[in-house]
């Protein structure tokens, strides 16, 4: 397939990138290069520097059988204080987008959606079905994006599949977690254990065992081939959605104490006030994920995870 992949220097991006560059597909990268890094992108990949919202051009020249749709603005605080923003670049841009696919006739798009959509769950694990209500404008936009193309695949006929990705960790080769500013967990809890400071927990007064939050981790290259089978699995017509976790929670405690097994470095904690708007418990069931598309997390361990990710911080300081 020859695939288009927006946001293809992003951390997530990079390794679907890889990903299908490995698998033989065709791939060009339209990249703003925002919050992505041009060394990201595999020197097989052909890089383009533009913003989604003048995608056209791009899609004018070359004829694509699918577009991978990750550019998007992903910093949940950033989108309670600047809301305009996340209209702009992820509601506005992605609607830019589908008026130029339509154009070009491209006729699949896979979307990387977010568990953000599903706000403060009443039930774990959670289906695809649940209710969705977003907790802050970052959520809200990736939901208004998954309804336009659900209204997109009914209207015009393209093959449209949303991924809700849950808590994304781990590296894979060279291409890993390079954000800034930095909000995850696993990274900045990494970062706290080589810079001998001690990891930051966001509350221990929530309804859980621990009383820290708990979160599905999953790895990125698990992340990144189910974006593959999404681009098989698409129909015409149909829009698609499926949640991508491992079903297996874990706390904030949980992934400090795998930070100290993995670094073997004494890591201490400093607990502060909760971080406003952060669900007790996320996890997802990916049960449709497993039968439709036949996907199976290969990388479920968390201390693997961890330890992928800490390769990573590893090669930076060198
Ligand atoms: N968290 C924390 N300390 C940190 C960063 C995050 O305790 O330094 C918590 C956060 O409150 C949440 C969990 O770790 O409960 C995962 O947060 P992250 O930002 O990695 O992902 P999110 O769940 O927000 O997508």
Redesign the pocket.
């Known amino acids: 397939m020859n695939v288009l992949v927006t946001g293809g220097a992003g951390y997530i991006g990079s390794v679907v990138v890889a990903r299908l560059l490995e698998a033989g597909h065709e791939v060009t990268v339209i990249d703003d290069l925002s919050t992505g890094h041009r060394d990201a992108v595999p020197d097989d990949a052909r890089f383009v520097l533009e913003r989604v919202q003048h995608v056209s051009d791009t899609l004018g020249r070359h004829s694509f059988d699918g577009v991978v749709h990750l550019a998007a603005s992903s910093l949940?605080a950033e989108s309670i204080t600047d809301p305009q923003k996340y209209e702009t670049n992820n509601v506005a841009g992605t609607r830019g987008l589908l008026e130029a696919l339509r154009t070009a006739e491209i006729p699949k798009i896979v979307f990387s959606s977010s568990?953000?959509v599903y706000g403060e769950p009443e039930r774990v694990p959670i289906e695809e079905d649940a209710p969705t209500v977003p907790l802050n404008p970052y959520g809200s936009s990736k939901l208004s994006v998954d309804r336009m193309l659900d209204a997109e695949a009914a209207r015009h006929g393209i093959a449209a599949v949303s991924l809700r990705y849950f808590?994304v960790a781990g590296s894979y080769a060279v291409l890993g977690e390079r954000h800034s500013p930095e909000?995850?967990?696993?990274p900045?809890?990494l970062r706290a254990a080589l810079d001998s400071r001690p990891?930051?927990?966001?509350?221990d007064d929530y309804l859980t065992p621990d009383g820290?939050?708990i979160?599905d981790y999953i790895h990125v290259v698990d992340i990144a081939d189910a974006h593959l089978l999404a681009l098989d699995a698409a129909s015409p017509g149909t829009w698609r959605v499926f949640n991508l976790g491992n079903g297996e929670g874990f706390s904030?405690r949980e992934?400090i104490a795998a930070a100290r097994r993995v670094t073997g470095l004494p890591l201490a904690e400093s607990v502060t006030a909760?971080?406003a708007g952060?669900p007790a418990v996320?996890v997802a069931s990916s049960e449709r994920a497993r039968k439709e598309l036949n996907w199976a997390p290969k990388k479920p361990r968390l201390d693997e995870m961890v330890d992928d990710a800490w390769q990573f911080l590893h090669r930076g300081q060198r």
């Open positions: 949940v568990a953000a808590n909000t995850h967990l696993i900045l809890t990891a930051t927990v966001f509350g820290t939050c979160r904030v992934v909760r971080r952060d996320l």
